[in-house]
Structure formats: C-alpha cells, structure tokens
T-cell receptor, first 114, second 114 residues
Framework: KAGVTQTPRYLIKTRGQQVTLSCSPI?????VSWYQQTPGQGLQFLFE???????NKGNFPGRFSGRQFSNSRSEMNVSTLELGDSALYLC?????????????FGQGTRLTVV | AQSVAQPEDQVNVAEGNPLTVKCTYS??????LFWYVQYPNRGLQFLLK??????LVKGSYGFEAEFNKSQTSFHLKKPSALVSDSALYFC????????????FGKGTRLHILP
C-alpha cells in the first residue's frame, strides 16, 4: 500500500513569493496534519484536517493556510515568503482523528527561501 | 495545554551497550504516547506507542518504552545498541480526552559509537 506522498520534494523560492505544497495521504486515511521542521525548533504543528475541515491549528501567522479535498488530499500554502520560512515541511496522515492511531509521515518538502 | 520535553539534545552510546532516550510529557487528561525515528533526509518513521494496558511497550527494531504515570515519563530503551540506530528520535503525545493534535518534542540525536 502506498505511503504518504509529498510533492514537490524540493523547492527554492524568493522572498515575497507564495508557495503551495501537496500531500496525498495513505488510502483510506482521513486525517492529515502538517508540521514545520527546523533545526532549532524541532517539529512545530501547523494544522490538522479531517474530512475537509480544519480541526486544529498551531501558532503560525495567517500567511500559512491549508485545505483538504474530498479525496483527503491536502495542500498547504504559504504567502509572502520570508527567509525564516525555510524548513522541511512534513505531512502526516492517520486513519481517524483524536485517537491512539499513529500518524504516518511523508518524506517532506524542503523549502528554501532566498 | 499538552507538551513534551526531551531533556537531552544528544545521547552517545557505545555499540552493544544499552541505550535510553528520555521523554517527559504533560497533558490534562490521559495520554497517547508515541516514539518516532528520523533518518537523514527522510520523514519520521513510527517506532511504538502507548495507548493503554501494559506499561512496557515493545516496538520496531528491538526498541521498547516504559510508561510511568507517576513520573509522567515515556523513556525509549534498547538493550543493545547498533550503529544503525544512530538517528534523530522524537517523542510525541496526544491528549486522549480531547480532540487535539499530536505534539512532538524537539528531538534527541542518538549517536552509537562503533
């Protein structure tokens, strides 16, 4: 069974631009979460979607947004990019929301803002 | 609010020796607890989880973790370390009683010395 797929794997953008990252969860998984990973901060929670609804949100500015489609695929968008947005963005999917089921992670999208 | 602490940024262990990676947590209700491992340029891989029941949980690659409610800890252990265990390890918690996200610690880098 295919794992979590994130595209693209690598991105280079300039300050002020916007970017859209995509995540396809494991088939049948309805919950998708996004995390930002940086060396100094570890994994910071961005948001979680379940059945096309945002269920939880982390402490990130409004420049960070996301959505989930009816097939559970999710996208996150970052507008007006800043140098500090350079990070590995990880997507994770799980079968259901708020349960003991583990999350499965994609390989991430490495975003570099120059 | 829930939180996870991994007090050690780095742990060095000689190959063949037992290893412990520490994790403490804070949740308002009962916890779901997880350990993940990350190899270079990869996403996170699930190792093991505690949901309920036996306090000693066994997982992948010979790892185990012990849930200690009184000390609010969930330390990761392995009886005999391998060089291939060298990686970044993350502890995570989800509040069982709330519709809440999975929160990760900042990670502990494990170095197994040959």
């Amino acid at each position: 069974k295919a794992g979590v797929t994130q595209t693209p794997r690598y991105l280079i953008k300039t300050r002020g631009q916007q970017v859209t990252l995509s995540c396809s969860p494991i088939s049948g998984h309805r919950s998708v979460s996004w995390y930002q990973q940086t060396p100094g901060q570890g994994l910071q929670f961005l948001f979680e979607y379940f059945s096309e609804t945002q269920r939880n949100k982390g402490n990130f500015p409004g420049r960070f947004s996301g959505r989930q489609f009816s097939n559970s695929r999710s996208e996150m968008n970052v507008s007006t990019l800043e140098l500090g947005d350079s990070a590995l963005y990880l997507c994770a999917s799980s079968l259901v929301l708020a349960s003991g089921t583990e999350a499965f992670f994609g390989q991430g999208t490495r975003l570099t803002v120059v | 609010a829930q939180s996870v602490a991994q007090p050690e940024d780095q742990v060095n262990v000689a190959e063949g020796n037992p290893l412990t990676v520490k994790c403490t947590y804070s949740v308002s209700g009962n916890p779901y607890l997880f350990w993940y491992v990350q190899y270079p340029n990869r996403g996170l891989q699930f190792l093991l989880k505690y949901i309920t029941g036996d306090n000693l949980v066994k997982g992948s690659y010979g790892f185990e973790a012990e849930f200690n409610k009184s000390q609010t800890s969930f330390h990761l252990k392995k009886p005999s370390a391998l060089v291939s265990d060298s990686a970044l390890y993350f502890c995570a918690v989800r509040d069982m009683n709330r519709d809440d996200k999975i929160i990760f610690g900042k990670g502990t880098r494990l170095h197994i010395l040959p």
